[in-house]
């Protein structure tokens, strides 16, 4: 079955079904989650984006996170390893009708404050976000069956931002 690029508008539920879900996700990781964060687009208030929750929560020790592969498909997701990001480990949930998207770092990882930066930065700069977010709505009517061309479409202004809003994390630290 070929998964369908489907953006929508931003939908105000988005936040608690983040916080359903990383409630379950702490009852699995238990102590060695030291926090846990709601990323990408469906994070930022009014931005349209593919309806996937995406989940980074932070842990003591990533090698800990592949002992608990069986608890974690019990809850629908599917392991991925590290997908192409070292240091990370990486669960879908949902098949070709994605819902989650589960991206666990190891404290001190960088792609924790690039994540992080680019949410709030995009959170605080509404004309880019909405930039961004007319940018994905484009594309996923150009590629609805298409995600690889749908994500590379982006990439350009992803980069873009990305590097504003590291540059703009950093000025704050």
């Known amino acids: 079955m ?19 879900e990383a409630a379950l996700l702490k009852k699995i990781f238990k102590t060695e989650i030291l926090d846990i964060h709601h990323i990408g687009s469906t994070s930022i208030p009014g931005l349209a984006a ?14 800990k996170v592949d002992r608990l592969n069986t608890e974690m498909i019990s809850l629908g997701y599917e392991p991925r390893g590290e997908n192409g990001l070292p240091g990370r480990r990486y669960f879908e949930k ?12 190891e404290k001190g990882n960088p792609d924790i404050t690039r994540h992080l930066a680019f949410r709030d930065y995009l959170r605080l700069n ?18 609805p069956f298409n995600i690889e061309a749908y ?8 980069r873009k931002i990305e590097m504003k809003a590291i540059k703009w994390h950093g000025a704050l630290c």
């Open 2 to 20: 070929t998964r369908i690029v489907a953006v929508t508008p931003y939908n105000p539920d988005w936040p608690t079904l983040f916080k359903n």
């Open 94 to 105: 949902g098949g070709n009708q994605r819902t989650h998207h589960v991206h666990i770092y």
């Open 50 to 63: 593919k309806p996937v929750i995406d989940i980074m929560p932070i842990v003591n020790d990533i090698e």
């Open 151 to 158: 994500i590379k479409g982006k990439e350009a202004l992803v």
């Open 126 to 143: 509404g004309e880019e976000a909405k930039q961004y977010g007319a940018l994905k709505m484009e594309l996923a009517k150009q590629y």
